[in-house]
């Protein structure tokens, strides 16, 4: 199954748990990876040279398309049309893998709010991933 698959169906479950208000916990991993799948995709897509990345910003190898960098690489990799397009949906990067973790880390439930705050910037990063294809 290809990334965009994935991450298509992530979000197709995601939509379903909003309307329903169940499994929050999973929609909110859920909404993470649908991000993260396309990132992934777009990056490899456009022959992202991720090694070199790693190696300028003084980064492990091990780190290829980690949680830890692959925003980072987007915005390297986007960074010729910064002007161009409205970037700013990226931030939710960062706000959607904090609560992932949580989700899937810490003892504690996701409430709704989570759960749509997940769906509403996965959408908007979704939208400017689509934008740029």
Same mark, same amino acid.
């Given at each position: 199954m290809s990334l965009i698959a994935k991450s298509k169906g992530n979000i197709k479950? @995601?939509? %379903? &748990?909003? #309307?329903k208000k169940a =499994? +929050?916990? *999973?929609?909110? +991993?859920?909404? !993470?990876? $649908? @991000?993260?799948? =396309?990132?992934k995709h777009y990056l490899i897509s456009k022959n992202f040279d991720y090694e070199a990345?790693?190696? #300028? *910003?003084h980064q +492990?190898? #091990?780190? =290829? !398309? $980690?949680?830890?960098? *692959? $925003? #980072?690489?987007?915005k390297e &990799?986007?960074?010729p049309q910064r002007g161009f397009i409205d970037l700013s949906p990226l931030v939710y990067v960062a706000s959607l893998h904090k609560r992932r973790k949580k989700?899937?880390?810490?003892d504690i439930? %996701?409430?709704?709010d989570a759960l749509d705050d997940s769906h509403t910037e996965a959408l908007s990063i979704i939208s400017l991933m689509e934008k740029l294809n």
């Open positions: 479950f @995601v939509d %379903m &748990c909003v #309307k =499994l +929050n916990d *999973i929609a909110v +991993n859920r909404a !993470y990876y $649908s @991000v993260f799948q =396309l990132i990345f790693l190696d #300028k *910003i +492990n190898r #091990k780190e =290829l !398309y $980690s949680h830890r960098t *692959i $925003s #980072k690489a987007l &990799c986007l960074e989700a899937d880390y810490e439930r %996701m409430d709704e």
